[in-house]
Structure formats: structure tokens, C-alpha cells
């Protein structure tokens, strides 16, 4: 698993796009596994701090339950849709997936400004993150996976 500095290392083109836009957008869609192994989606918000990506919760969101039980887990960035008819002018959305690490150490939670000691924080550890947009005729999805790199796919 990459920190979100190691994924900027390995892929700052990609990495300063996804930054952009998860900077630009405050809401973004947390996708977790339920005790029962289906999917469960929740709103959050990120944050970037000491080259690590980072999210957390309130006491008791069943999101953190969830992501205690099975760290696994993706984040959905949406942006605007184009205005007029062009698609191209699209900003594109990203695509991320890995790990969440709770992070319970008190001075750390504090750092952050928690509301509470029972709140929730976790560090983003990555695996894969995709950009997908619009060029002209063609989907281009732009994807860095770990041990893997970079990879551009394009679609009519």
C-alpha cells in the first residue's frame, strides 16, 4: 500500500489532478463492506496533511464500523457536469481504492481537532486511483496502480 506522497512520487501528473479535484470538491462518496460482505456507500470529506490522505467519522458511523471490521475500501470524486454540449470540457471524476488505517493515538486525533475522543480518523493507504474524463470521442481513463505504474486506456 502507497501513501498518498508515494502515489505522487510514482504518478505527479495523475496525482496533482486528483488533488485538485478532491480539493475542489468537499463531498465525496466513501464505498465500505458490510459485515455481511455488501457494499455500503456514505458521504465523507478528505483531507491532506503530511503527505498522507486522510478521512474520519463520528462516534459510532457505521462507516467506521466498517472499515474497522475490513479496512478495504474506494472514494468516488464526482465533479460538475460540462456546461453546453461539449463533453471534452468535462473536468472528469476520480477513483480511489485501499485501505483506511485508524489511526487512535491521542495526540494525533487531537492535532486534527476532533469534536471528540470517540471520533473517528484514518489515514488513506492507496492500491489504485483512476481519472476518468472526456477527449474529443473518446473516454480516457487515466489509472496508477501499485507495483504496476501508469496506464492511459482510451474508448470510443
Same mark, same amino acid.
Given at each position: 500500500?502507497?501513501?498518498?506522497?508515494?502515489?505522487?512520487?510514482?504518478?505527479?501528473?495523475?496525482?496533482?489532478?486528483?488533488?485538485?479535484?478532491?480539493?475542489?470538491?468537499?463531498?465525496?462518496?466513501?464505498?465500505?463492506?458490510?459485515?455481511?460482505?455488501? $457494499? +455500503?456507500?456514505?458521504?465523507?470529506? #478528505? @483531507?491532506?496533511?503530511?503527505?498522507?490522505?486522510?478521512?474520519? !467519522?463520528?462516534? &459510532?458511523? *457505521?462507516?467506521?464500523?466498517?472499515?474497522?471490521?475490513? $479496512? +478495504?475500501?474506494?472514494?468516488?470524486? #464526482? @465533479?460538475?457536469?460540462?456546461?453546453?454540449?461539449?463533453?471534452? !470540457?468535462?473536468? &472528469?471524476? *476520480?477513483?480511489?481504492?485501499?485501505?483506511?488505517?485508524?489511526?487512535?493515538?491521542?495526540?494525533?486525533?487531537? @492535532?486534527?481537532?476532533?469534536?471528540?475522543?470517540?471520533?473517528?480518523?484514518?489515514?488513506?493507504?492507496?492500491?489504485?486511483?483512476?481519472?476518468?474524463?472526456?477527449?474529443?470521442?473518446?473516454?480516457?481513463?487515466? @489509472?496508477?496502480?501499485?507495483?504496476?505504474?501508469?496506464?492511459?486506456?482510451?474508448?470510443?
Amino acid at each position: 500500500m502507497a501513501s498518498w506522497q508515494e502515489f505522487e512520487r510514482q504518478a505527479a501528473e495523475l496525482a496533482g489532478v486528483a488533488r485538485r479535484l478532491m480539493e475542489a470538491y468537499r463531498h465525496k462518496v466513501l464505498a465500505t463492506l458490510r459485515k455481511d460482505g455488501s $457494499p +455500503r456507500v456514505s458521504g465523507i470529506e #478528505t @483531507s491532506f496533511r503530511d503527505g498522507e490522505l486522510w478521512t474520519g !467519522s463520528m462516534p &459510532g458511523a *457505521v462507516k467506521a464500523s466498517d472499515l474497522r471490521r475490513d $479496512p +478495504r475500501m474506494a472514494i468516488h470524486v #464526482t @465533479s460538475t457536469a460540462p456546461e453546453g454540449d461539449d463533453p471534452s !470540457s468535462w473536468e &472528469g471524476d *476520480v477513483k480511489l481504492a485501499g485501505r483506511a488505517v485508524e489511526i487512535t493515538d491521542r495526540e494525533v486525533l487531537a @492535532s486534527f481537532g476532533l469534536p471528540s475522543e470517540e471520533s473517528h480518523l484514518f489515514r488513506i493507504e492507496l492500491t489504485e486511483v483512476v481519472r476518468t474524463r472526456v477527449e474529443g470521442d473518446e473516454i480516457v481513463m487515466d @489509472s496508477w496502480r501499485e507495483g504496476v505504474g501508469l496506464r492511459q486506456i482510451r474508448r470510443k
